[in-house]
């Protein structure tokens, strides 16, 4: 099992998303929830095409943190 970081973005009327370690790897979506499935799927399909093609899939790097500001 991986674990990819997602980025999940509001927009005007819509949420998107991206993985920085799957680049061109890119769902939208009305709700968060739907992005996140769209996302979910979109890697999936990211990663079976790269195996398919015998190209590396890459290990997950990304990490996230809050930063607070006082």
Known sequence: ????????EKANG???AYSPDLPGCVATG????EVEQN????INLHILGLEEEN??????QAIAEYVVIK
């Open 1 to 8: 099992m991986k674990r990819f970081l997602i980025v999940i």
């Open 14 to 16: 819509n949420y998107s």
């Open 30 to 33: 009305v709700t968060r929830d």
């Open 39 to 42: 996302m979910y799927e979109a």
């Open 55 to 60: 190209l590396p899939v890459p290990k997950p």
